[in-house]
Nanobody, 125 residues
Framework: QGQLMESGGGSVQAGGSLRLSCVAS???????MGWFRQGPGKEPEGIAA????????YYVDDIEGRFTISRDDAKKTVYLQMTSLKPEDSATYYC???????????????????WGQGTQVTVSG
């Protein structure tokens, strides 16, 4: 069936940048690809998504303008470029995919079929 494998997390100072990568294998490279994050004691929330058919890119308000989602179809890879990081961005970040576009909407709600294992982002300062 395949899997989603994230990388690129780490620890940075406030104002810094990180780029997360998600490599999809098997059947997991789906029309709807995106990122969720889960802070301590919180539920996972969708923060960014894009449709591979080109019909939409979605962000939650508190990251728009700071984070950019992109893809490389040849590599079956989705990226999340994060800039101007804030301490409140600290969370475990999960790559997610869904062939039925369940979370590719303006409120980024819906349960993906596929999840990665998560990568930790810690922003200090």
């Amino acid at each position: 069936q395949g899997q989603l494998m994230e990388s690129g997390g780490g620890s940075v100072q406030a104002g810094g940048s990180l780029r997360l990568s998600c490599v999809a294998s098997g059947d997991t490279y789906s029309n709807c690809m995106g990122w969720f994050r889960q802070g301590p004691g919180k539920e996972p929330e969708g923060i960014a998504a894009l449709r591979l058919d080109g019909w939409g890119t979605y962000y939650v308000d508190d990251i728009e303008g700071r984070f950019t989602i992109s893809r490389d179809d040849a590599k079956k890879t989705v990226y999340l470029q994060m800039t101007s990081l804030k301490p409140e961005d600290s969370a475990t970040y999960y790559c997610a995919a869904d062939p039925y576009d369940r979370f590719c909407n303006t409120v980024l709600r819906g349960t993906p079929k596929y999840w990665g294992q998560g990568t930790q982002v810690t922003v200090s300062g």
